[in-house]
């Protein structure tokens, strides 16, 4: 395949950057898997943010692997719109469950294809 | 003296131009005629028009004959031209220009001296129509002369189109002058579609001509058949006269296509002499004369015309024997005579079609301008059952006599000028060297036989013997003129008139008597070529006029020009054909007047006791049967042609609107809406749902890139 | 680019109905009528006078022949207007046809007259455009927007399935003419590669097309036939035409008939045929079954018809097909038959959706079993009834016959020898079915006059003659017979018949060389058949190489 | 570094006009002063033009190319777009937010409180939004670009929520929320993976790596599913397949003006990240014409790539369409048809550098104009009070609205591409860039797309005005304010006229598009003629 790729990522050259990956893929999926399964919405709003951290995680990670800065960076930033989505998921969901008086996202399905 | 071995080259004659008010004035006077409709005219002034007009170009001809020279073309302005090259098929050429040559002449002659007599007996005639459809008939009039003379002097075979259509046009307008009786509106419609059907035939003809010879006027096509015919490409020349036949035969109601001619019995009587009877219906006997020479490449397309010719004249006078209306009696003579006409054109004496087409033009316009003077005076009166012992009337011995003219003529009475043009077409058949010919010969003298039979019949029923007579149901011609407006009063007049019990038939007038008497003269005169040449052993007039025209092949007398050797002398029954013929041809005439005689006005009764012996008999009852109901001709194409055309119209129509537009068109429309509603659980309205689905696709995207990968991509 | 007097002279008559709906939108509603009469007229001026000094009538050249200015310079979009002789005529057909359309709506129209007067002028130059305009986009432009006017024309003051009638109409002539586009942009992007710039001038876009390979052109023709044919309608593509016109308003099935769907026939002319030679010669003969397929299908359809306008409808099915199969003859005799064609099917057929109109106004049904036999009732009608039947039935000496007459013989001698030097596969046999068409076309329409115009007198119960008794509106109140304003419309269809039918010849004679012209890349596809088929008939015309018809 | 920036700085005027004047709005909509919560619609707009103005100001070709841009000229036609678009969307909008609260306020009913109001915030949220779409234009690396998507998107999810008194307004604020939220983290995955496959966050330095991986023994395989990642997940800004399910439901629900500016402004903005990005990774199907007229394909990029953003098209015009089939809410269709523009919109993506970046923009325009006159058109309306949301409220709108029912017919005419209406234009430019990249198959399945929706498309013109009026559409009213029924007219008039400037504004979004010069790296070998590596086509394009 890749020369380039196979140079870089091989496990024994950067074990820790590849362990590193993987978990951020694994928190990836993890986030993912909550997202689809969980009926709360603070815990699928949880599990989003589970997403962007894989996502910064692999950032880190490859910032270490290019030795680059930037890459970090760039996940202060994604960990500050996390908190501004934070922020904006908790009130949003306040006001939800004010009307309704349940986090069930199943609470919110009036409108769709009937 | 004849034949002239080549048809004489036209000359381009421009100054000739004054020519073509024969065709002008008619078209003048249909304008003006329309005007008179238009502005609701209450008097004859269309009839005086029509009149004038028709009289002028009679005279136009009259002065054109006198000073004809050879054949010209005349050009008179560009029509339906245009061309897209230099080259030979590169254009096309149909002018608005007229051919004359001799047998131009011949036709317009009788034509438009005709048209102009009996024009002049319907403003007679038709006066009971003033105000209502008086103008609209002569409008029909003037358009049937323009399309007629458009059809016989035109240069080119478009003009000839033309005035072939508008000939049907102008028949289809008259057959349904009367319009509010349905029958008359069907006949119309049935008179105009036959036509059609043959003026496809011509129309394809035409262009076989124009496809093989690359143009369609007469000049350069006869100028090609004098160099032999070839066509400079290899289309198949032989099909042309099979083509050109075919429209002949549906003008001139020949086989297959006669069917429309008694229906269209239904128009008025004066257009029943003039277009059913004298002029349109000779267009095709016209058209295979004109084009002969083409006819002369296949020998089938002329066997063909004869033999059709032949059967023709015999099942039309198979129909007219059992018939009860005189006027069909008299349409099935046109049939049949028409019938003579083409056998003669295929037997190969064009000269015995033209002179018989002329004689017959005269004695049947009389004949059904007397059957119109009947009808006018008794009401509608037609059927010979009804009516009896005419020529005892007071008023009514003009048309009894001229009738007997015509009938004497018709039944072709030894030494009527009919009798010598029958004879030439026989003559022609029985001396050929080809049996069928000869068979068909023997056909025609024993349709002559029935010709007599049937004819006198209708004299003898009509003219002769006690005098009483029934009213027929219309009364349309009451001198108090009701006709304002729709059906309604006449009508209520009929009822008037038969309240009244007594019935007083109204004779013709100075219009009508002198026609008849003119035409009476007239079928006498037609004789003098024939007497000339049998009498004082001078040239014929007609033959002279046939021989300088395109139809030159077939201008001489049969026998006398005979290529064959003297020891192959045709003969007849051992006689000399001359001798044998006129032998046979008298007995004929006479036996059939006598059986007549016999049958309608000896003892009346025994007609119908042979009727009803011949339906007693099992095996020979289908003969009166199907003489009776025409041979049953309309019932097969009714159920041939047009029952099968209307189902699969309904069947299309049914399919158009539920198959075609609802399952396919409509069902490709609804393709889109139910692949829609495959997609709609995806649209569930869960949250999560959404999010799975939508994991779904990025996951599927992944899938597809890491396969791609797999494959290995760049 | 210099504006001209000409190119006024066709912006004039585009614009000027445009600005004159405007001003009927806004305006009062009792003046409408004749506000639009007065654009119309107008358009129809503006025309004539450019028609007048038109220079072009004999050499098959557009004029102004002058570029157009830029629209959008990119895509090589302009505003190139400019008329060659067909469009011309066809274009003053529409002109002609408007103004007696209006007129022929005065009292058929009695709500929402401002917005019908509108549409009805945005539709005349919405077609004049189509015609006028040398550019393939704003071709498309004039071509498919005349759908929009049309649609509501039919979808409001229509019949009782009249959203049905619209929404097909739309729909099915908007799926055609999608391919249409596809198409034309297809030769555009060609013309791009070869010349590095856009560029939709028709005349450039046929150069471009006609170097083709013949596997691209046979696609070419294929999206343009199929964008066209829905138009035209040919069979199988017609569903929608029937359904149109029974819903239609008179005037706008008038428009339909007689405009509209000769923006098919002429988009075959100026695109599909010229600019893919080789896929019109190849498919020549699928084309001119279809037409002749059509033609008899839809005779035998009106036939049983007892609808008088669906009757009409299927007839321009069956005319139209005889239209395009002397199209697809393709030589100049069928091509100049069926450009005549057009004009006076326009003519005739147009007459006779009026005549039917005026009857329909005064008895409220269509249905040829209701009413009958109106020659008593409605003289001055029946005459005028019977004169456009006979016109369309293709009786010699109107102008019904020659345009059909050149087509047919067109068909016939389309027959592949060489001898008219342009290629061919149809021939007698095929002229012979098509020629059947003109038996039934008397027979469906004698029928229809049988019915309608002559024998005893029908009227519906209840509405007597005396018309206007269905209408509110005592201002729309008819005469038993034919009004003045009838009348005059009528009569100027009346005499075109007649005068096209006897003085062919000056039409004839400007068509041809378009004609021709249309058909100049087809002479070097006889070579190519030649070539490619080992058994033609006439191997001696086979001496000259492929690549020299090639190499063009 | 500070040179580049003081450009960079100038470049964002536009930006902070914005900026100042949402904080301004933000204030004033607490004002006790009736007036100037009235005013703040105003306001807003001002802004937008104010913004407008200083583009061709500030966005000069020094300064454009001083900032060291990827696509230098882009802010020049996409920011005034987006601030032109936005004027009409905030008039459409004039008098809906805090409706209720204000007329009970105007009535005496209740007493004014800050805290109930959100007109404020909604406006200064709008004009953030904008302002995020607009940042886009300047951004340079993808830290930036994450931050402006983000920019964008968070304010929608509260003007969803907030901008109108309707029940469904939680619902569809909740599924945009997490549903966006989910997409956000996908192509955030997917910076992280192009980051470190190309390690860099720039956008030119990401570019110059590309090029140099595609030299080399071909891209990354990490690449590409790093730029897949961001496509999709960029997939649900721009409503195609796959992302599209929520946009039914969210554009339901959402209060009509949201709807509006949801359908363009989110739309836009996730175009122009879409064009960044696939600036970097270059453009496939290339077509060059040399001086001989030979044609060069250019097989550069990534063949995933491409594949996946074709079948992305097709399917996302086509499920548009014939999901909009189905429709009896006039709304919903309307989120569909928006689904359907997305995927014709993704040809201008796929037709790449050549002409299809700026037939993309032109598209946008197009549609913005035609989209928002439907919407402003159902938003001028009302039934008791409710939105007006069904076909059966339409029927026969004519006879009451006759201006409303001719402008959705004219948005209809236009949105399916009937000439000469704006929207025919749009498409005919779109096809144009089609054939310029070789992509005869998408412009046909475009063609036939466009003949689908000619089905709803139609419904939407012909029930305003033929269909005879129903019992729910004679209680339909104006809305009290005119100006969405200004914004209506403006837009429909918009339709009608802006083909005749079609060919300035095309021109613009040609100019506007033009990518830097590539910075020959040394990395960089030169390519044989013939099957060249995509980057190239970047250079070759700007002649």
Sequence with gaps: MNQELASGFTIAANASIAVALAISALLFVIGLVGFLCRRNMIIMFLCTELMFQGAALAMIAFARLRMDVSGQVFVIFILTVAAAEAALALGLVVLLYRKRETLSADAWSELGES | MIPTGSIPQAVIAPELSWIGLALLLPLLAAVGCALCCALRVKGKAAAILTIVALAASFGIILKAYSSYTGPVQVPIFQWLTFQWGTGTFQSFTANCALYIDTLTLYWMLFVTGLGTLITIYASEYMEGECGAGYSRFFFGICIFLFSMGALVMGDNLIMLYLGWEGVGLASYLLIGYDYSRPSAVAAAKKAFIMNRIGDLGLAFGIFMLWANYGTVQYSELFAAMNKGGQSSVDWDVSVIPFLLMLGAFGKSAQIPLFTWLPDAMEGPTPVSALIHAATMVTAGVYLIARMYPFFELHPQALATVAWVGGLTALLAATIGMAQYDIKRVFAYSTISQLGYMFLGLGVGTTFGACYHTLTHAFFKALLFLTAGAIMHGFAGQLDLRKLSGLRHIPGWRIVSWTMLVGCLWLSAFPYTAAFFSKDAILLQALTSVRADFRFLGWLGLFTAALTAYYTFRVWFRVCAGPTHFEPGSEEHHEPTDHHSDGGHDAKATVGAAKSHGAFHPHAPRWAINGVLLILAVGAVVVGVPAYEHVFAHKENWAQQMIAGSSAYQGAGLPGEHSAEPSENHPTVLGMDAHTGLTVVGCTASIGGILIAWYLHLHSRKSADQLRAALLRRWWIRWVPICMENKWYVDEIYHVCFRLPMWLGGQILNFGDRHFLDGVLVDGLAKIPIAVGKVFRPLYGGALQGYAVTMAGGIALVLAWVTWIWLRGFN | MPISTDILLIWISILFPIATALIVAIGPAKSARWTALAGTMVSLAALTMFAWNFPAWHNAEHFPNTVGASWIPNAGITFAVGFDTVSLLLALLSAFLMPLCIVGSFSAITERTKEYYGWFLVLGASIILAFAARDAILFYIGYEFTLVPMTLIIAVYGGTERRIAATKMFLYTFLGSMFMLAAILYVGWEHRLAAGVWDFDIDTLTKTAIRLPSSNQYWLFAAFIVGFAVKVPLFPLHTWLPLAHDQAPTAGSVILASAMLKLGTYGNYRFALPMAPAGGADLMSFVAILAIIAIIYASLICWVQTDAKKLIAYSSVAHLGLCMLGLFALNPVGAEGAVFYMVNHGLSTGALFLCIGMFYERYHTKDTDLVGGLAKRMPVWASFMVLFTLASIGLPGLNGFIGEFLCLGGTFIAEHDGKTGYPGVLGPWYAIVAGLGLIFAAMYLLILLGKLVWGPLREPHGESAHAGVGHANSSTRLPRDLSFREIAILTPLAIACIWLGFQPKPMLDAIAPCAEKMLANYPKEVERYMAESTTAPLASLRVKTTDESRDE | ?543
């Design chain 4, 1 to 543: 570094m500070i040179d580049a920036m003081s450009p960079r700085l100038i470049l964002l005027a536009p930006e902070m006009i914005l900026f100042v004047a949402a904080v301004a709005v933000a204030i004033m909509g607490l004002s006790k002063n009736h007036s100037i919560r009235a005013s703040l619609p105003f306001v807003t707009c001002a802004a937008l033009i104010a913004s407008i103005a200083a583009v061709p100001m500030t966005w000069t070709n020094e300064n454009a190319h001083a900032a060291n841009l990827l696509l230098p000229m882009l802010g020049r036609f996409v920011k005034p777009l987006l601030a032109g678009v936005g004027v009409l969307l905030v008039l459409l909008s004039v008098g809906s937010v805090d409706r209720r609260l204000e007329e009970s306020v105007a009535r005496g009913r209740i007493a004014f409180d800050p805290q109930r109001v959100v007109r404020g915030e909604f406006y200064a949220f709008f004009l953030l939004s904008v302002m995020g779409a607009m940042l886009l234009c300047n951004a340079q690396d993808l830290i930036w670009l994450f931050l402006a998507i983000e920019l964008v998107s968070l304010p929608t999810y509260i003007m969803v929520a907030i901008g109108g008194s309707g029940n469904r307004n939680q619902e569809a604020a909740v599924k945009y929320f997490f549903l966006g939220a989910m997409s956000t983290a996908v192509f955030l995955y997917g910076f992280a993976l192009l980051y470190g496959s190309t390690g860099s966050l720039q956008f030119l330095e990401i570019r110059n790596a590309l090029a140099a991986q595609s030299a080399g023994s071909g891209i990354d395989t990490i690449a590409v599913i790093g730029v897949v990642l961001i496509i999709l997940g960029l997939c649900f800004k721009i409503t195609a397949v796959p992302m599209h399910f929520y946009a039914p439901d969210v554009y339901e629900g959402a209060p009509t003006h949201v709807t509006a500016f949801l359908a363009f402004v989110p739309k836009t903005a996730g175009f122009t990240a879409l064009v960044l990005i696939l600036t970097c990774v270059g453009w496939t199907g290339h077509t060059l014409i040399d001086s001989d007229g030979v044609r060069i394909p250019y097989m550069g990029l990534p063949t995933p790539i491409a594949a996946i953003l074709w079948m992305i098209a097709i399917l996302t015009m086509t499920l548009g369409n014939i999901g909009a089939l189905l429709q009896s809410s006039v709304k919903r269709m309307l989120a569909y048809s928006s689904v359907a523009h997305s995927g014709y919109l993704i040809l201008g993506l796929i037709a790449g550098a050549t002409a299809g970046i700026e037939a993309l923009y032109f598209y946008l325009l197009a549609y913005g104009v035609m989209t928002t006159a439907s919407f402003a058109a159902l938003a001028a309306l009302e039934r008791r009070g409710e939105e007006i949301n069904s076909f059966a409220d339409l029927a026969g709108l004519r006879l009451r609205h006759p201006v409303m029912a001719w402008m959705l017919a004219i948005s209809a005419a236009s949105l399916v591409g009937m000439p000469p209406f704006i929207g025919f234009f749009g498409k005919i430019y779109l096809f144009i860039a089609a054939f310029e990249a070789d992509q005869f198959g998408l412009v046909v399945a475009a063609v036939l797309n466009s003949a689908v929706s000619g089905l709803y498309y139609l419904k939407l013109a012909i029930v305003p005005l033929v269909a005879p009026p129903s019992a729910r559409s004679e209680e339909v009213t104006s809305v009290p304010s005119r100006w969405p029924f200004i914004a209506a007219v403006v837009c429909g008039v918009g339709t009608i006229v802006l083909p005749s400037i079609a060919g300035l504004l095309v021109d613009a979004a040609r100019k506007s598009t033009q990518s830097a010069p590539i910075v020959s790296t040394a990395s960089q070998s030169e390519s044989p003629a013939g099957v060249v590596a995509g980057p190239d086509s970047i250079t070759l394009k700007s002649q």
